[in-house]
């Protein structure tokens, strides 16, 4: 009501898209916004909801490459590449409402066209001047500023924990990826990775699936996680003879070790916070429904202190070799 007296029109809701809340507004909790969201009828469940790290507006206000507005390019991201946790508006609040759950949320943001490295720099100059700021004290214009601005673009990665609507930390990096492997989102996805055995490495992973079980031994949770994989190598930054056995049984265990590594790191990360956001609680409830009665009230704190264990094992379905090489 407040944007239709500015501007003179009806809003309409029912093309929205996708929602931006800000980190320190998530951080305060969603619940008022989760309840407005779903009284108002032009809403549809399948909208997306992304915690924003920094201000909304930037991110709307960001110029992408190959699209006309920033919503539209952080969709395909969600749904295309798999880089960042795909999931619809209605599944989060049947997580938030669900005790044997916890909700999460893909966090965007935005950067110069350069990346990190080239934020970093700009903000390290305007703080402390110096060389790299020109001496003055790294003073802009504001049409500079303005210029910056514009010039940024949008960039996805990370996902938020909650915790009872409220936000209480993050999944970055590898601990990311082990969050979307969990979830089965890197299906048919670029999954790259670094090794000390053959250097920067990416494959696609063809299937995936990530099998939890869980079980209560006195008084402690154990959680035992194992994924089972097919995959394809696409790059390996070391020359490799992958028409020998041996080479390829060893990417096979590297690539295992990973995609195990990833997972435990993300439970560990999870666990750090209290919150279930694999639905661990699911799987008990499912499968002894008198125990999960019995440990419903102290889950937080039992996930926190649970013994976790990954293993992951596979095969390498191809990996790009039509034929030997003559040289």
């Given amino acids: 009501q407040s944007i239709a007296r500015q501007i003179g029109r009806v809003v309409f809701y029912g093309h929205t898209a996708a929602i931006l809340v800000s980190k320190e507004r998530a951080e305060k909790g969603l619940r008022g916004i989760l309840d407005a969201i779903e009284r ?12 924003v790290d920094g201000k909304a507006k930037d991110v709307l206000e960001a110029q ?5 507005i920033s919503i539209a390019a952080m969709l395909r991201m ?16 049947a997580q938030t409402e669900s005790e044997t759950i916890e909700g999460a949320l893909p966090i965007a943001g935005t950067v110069p066209p350069g990346g990190y490295s080239t934020e970093k720099k700009e903000a390290g100059s305007e703080v402390g001047g110096g060389q790299e700021g020109g001496g003055a004290g790294g003073k802009q214009s504001g049409s500079d500023s303005s210029k910056q601005s514009q010039e940024k673009i949008v960039h996805m990665g990370g996902v938020a924990v909650f915790r009872e609507k409220k936000m209480v930390g993050t999944l970055e990096g590898q601990a990311s990826n082990g969050f979307l ?3 089965e989102q890197f299906h048919n996805r670029i999954y790259a990775f670094e090794t000390d055995e053959f250097g920067d490495m990416s494959v696609i992973i063809r299937m995936l699936n990530v099998k939890p079980d869980v079980n209560i031994v006195k008084g402690r949770l154990q959680i035992r996680i194992k994924t089972v994989f097919s995959a394809g190598v696409v790059h390996v930054e070391t020359a490799q ?3 020998d056995k041996h080479i390829r049984e060893k990417v096979t265990r590297v690539l295992a070790g990973e995609l195990a590594d990833a997972i435990k790191q993300a439970v560990t990360k999870a666990q750090s916070y209290g919150s279930d956001v694999f ?3 699911g799987q008990l409830f499912r499968k002894n429904p008198k125990l999960w009665k019995q440990y419903r009230e102290t889950w937080p704190e039992l996930f ?12 390498i379905i191809r990996t790009g070799i039509i034929r030997q090489s003559s040289s």
Avoid: C, M, W
Avoid at 64 to 68: A, E, I, N, S, V
Avoid at 78 to 93: A, E, K, L, N, S
Avoid at 304 to 315: D, H, I, K, P, R
């Fill in 78 to 93: 969600v749904r295309h590449t798999g880089i960042t946790y795909d999931i619809p508006f209605g599944d989060f609040v």
């Fill in 279 to 281: 639905g661990f609680g």
């Fill in 241 to 243: 003879d992958f028409t």
């Fill in 304 to 315: 926190s202190n649970a013994e976790v264990q990954s293993e992951a094992s596979g095969t």
């Fill in 181 to 183: 492997l969990f979830k």
């Fill in 64 to 68: 992408p490459k190959l699209d006309q």
């Fill in 40 to 51: 108002y009828p032009g809403f549809r469940r399948s909208i997306r909801l992304f915690i």
